[in-house]
C-alpha cells in the first residue's frame, strides 16, 4: 500500500483523502464468521424475552402479584451484563496476548452450556446462575469488534460495521420469534412434545434450539476461523509471561507500535469520550428493550397491553427484521453521505419521543383497548427504534478508531465492553423496577417512569456532541489482505 507521492505543502493532505478513497476488499469469509458468532449473542439473549415475565409468574416469586414481576425480570435480565462486567476487560485483554481465537471459542462453551441450564431452571436460584454463568464465561462481544476492526481499515470499515447491526437485527427477529413459538411446546405443539418433561420444563425448548445453534458456530469457529492477532506479538508476549521475564520491549519507555498498552494508557480523551457515548447509548437501548416486552405483557389494568408471548415474539421478530433490512440497504450509504456524528446525534435524539409514546399507548388502551390506533402508534415506534440503531454503527467506528495502538485494539473494546456491560446491568433493572414502582405507587397516574427516561434521554445530548465531525485519526492502520 505505499504510494509514492511527490513530496510538497499539499502532500499531508492528499495522503489521508488518498487513503480514505481506495477501498479495499472485505475479507467475505472471516467477516462471515465473525458476523455468524455474533448472530448467537442477540438469538440468545433475547429469545428470552417473550416469555421471560410469564416464566417469573410461574415459579411463583412474586407471590401472585403481577405489579412485582417487573423487579424479578428485569434483575435476572441484568445479571448477565453484571458479571460480564466483572470479566470482560480481563477476557479481552487476555486475548491481545494469546488471541482471539481461543477466547471466542471460550465463550461459545459459556453461552450455550448457560442457555441449557436456564432452559432446566425450576427456581429462581438456578436462573440467577445459568445468567451469572453466561457473563463470566461470555467475553465475545469485545473481542468480536476487535477482529472486525482487525479485518477492516478506515477506507472499508462503513462497509464492515454496517453488517454488525444488520445481523444484530436477524438476531433480534429470530430470537423473539424462538422464544415466543417455542414456549411451552406440550401446548402448541402437543403431538411432538406432549411428554411429562415439556410439561415440567415448558421453556427447554426455545433455548436447547439457540443453544445448538451456539454449538454449530463453535464447530465453524474452530475450523475456519483464521487468528488476527500476528503470531509474532503472540509468542513473544506468551514468553514474557510464562518466564516472568521482560523483554527488551517491555523494559524501554518507549513502547513499540505493535505491543499492547497497560491499562492506564487507554485514557486518552478519545477513547473517553466514545466509551461514554456507547455507555449511555447502551443505557438507554437496555432499559428500553427490557421495558417494551415488559409493557406488552402486562395488563392493560396496570399500565400495559396484554400481549401473549407469541404475540410479543412476533411483534418484535417484526421489529428485527425491519431494522436488518433497512441497515443493510442504507446504513453505509446514510453514514458515508451525513458521517458517523450527525447519525449518532439523530440515533440519540429519537429516545425522547420513543419514551414519550408510551404513555399515549396507554392511555389508548385503557379507553378503547388494543385498537388500530395503538397499533399503528406501535409500528411508528419501532421505526423509530430502527432509525435509532444505526447509533451503534456509528459508535463503533468512533470506538475502534480512538484505540491509541493497533495492537490495542482488545484492550480498547474490552474497555468499551466493560463500561457498557456495567450500564446493561444497571439498566434493566432499573427501568422495570420503575415501571413496577410508578404502577404501585401510582406515581403521575403510573407513568414516571417515561417521565424520568425521557429526561435522561435530554441530559444524553450534552455528552453526544462532545463527538468530532469525524472520526479520531488512527494509529498504525495497518491493512489485513484479504485472503478469500
Known sequence: MNDNHTIDEETALLAHTNKQQKLTRLPKVQIGIILLLQLCEPLTSQSIYPYINQLVSELDITGGDERKVGYYAGLIESLFFLTEAITVMQWSRISDHVGRKPVLLVGLVGLSASMLLFGLSR??????????????????????????????????????????????????????????????????????????????????????????????????????????????????????????????????????????????????????????????????????????????????????????????????????????????????????????????????????????????????????????????????LLSLMAFMDMAYGSIFMYVTASSPNKRSLGATNGLSQTSVSIARAIGPALATSLFSLSVEKNLLGGYAVYVILFCISCLAMFLAVLLPEKVWEEKDDDEIEPSD
Open 123 to 380: 427456581t429462581f436460584w438456578t436462573l440467577v446462575i445459568s445468567r451469572c454463568l453466561c457473563g463470566l464465561l461470555n467475553g465475545n462481544t469485545g473481542v468480536m469488534k476487535s477482529v472486525m476492526g482487525e479485518l477492516t481499515n478506515s477506507s472499508n470499515r462503513a462497509e464492515g460495521f454496517s453488517l454488525m447491526p444488520v445481523v444484530w437485527a436477524t438476531g433480534a427477529t429470530l430470537g423473539p420469534l424462538i422464544g415466543g413459538t417455542f414456549s411451552r411446546p406440550h401446548e402448541r405443539f402437543p403431538k411432538v412434545f406432549g411428554g411429562q418433561f415439556w410439561q415440567d420444563y415448558p421453556y427447554f425448548l426455545p433455548c436447547l434450539v439457540t443453544s445448538s445453534f451456539v454449538c454449530v458456530s463453535l464447530i465453524v469457529t474452530l475450523i475456519f476461523l483464521k487468528e488476527t492477532v500476528p503470531k509474532r506479538i503472540r509468542d513473544r508476549r506468551r514468553f514474557s509471561l510464562a518466564s516472568g521475564s521482560v523483554t527488551p520491549i517491555d523494559a524501554s519507555p518507549v513502547r513499540s507500535h505493535d505491543e499492547p498498552l497497560p491499562l492506564r494508557d487507554l485514557f486518552v480523551y478519545p477513547v473517553i469520550v466514545s466509551v461514554s457515548n456507547y455507555m449511555t447509548l447502551a443505557f438507554l437501548g437496555i432499559m428500553l428493550n427490557a421495558l417494551l416486552p415488559l409493557f406488552f405483557a402486562m395488563p392493560i389494568s396496570i399500565g400495559g397491553l396484554g400481549f401473549k408471548p407469541s404475540t410479543i415474539g412476533y411483534t418484535m421478530g417484526a421489529y428485527g427484521a425491519g431494522t436488518g433490512i433497512f441497515q443493510a440497504l442504507f446504513f453505509a450509504r446514510i453514514i458515508r453521505y451525513f458521517g458517523e456524528r450527525r447519525i449518532f446525534l439523530g440515533g440519540m435524539m429519537t429516545f425522547m419521543p420513543i419514551f414519550l409514546l408510551f404513555p399515549v399507548m396507554s392511555s389508548i388502551a385503557q379507553r378503547s383497548g388494543v385498537n388500530l390506533a395503538v397499533w399503528v402508534i406501535i409500528v411508528v
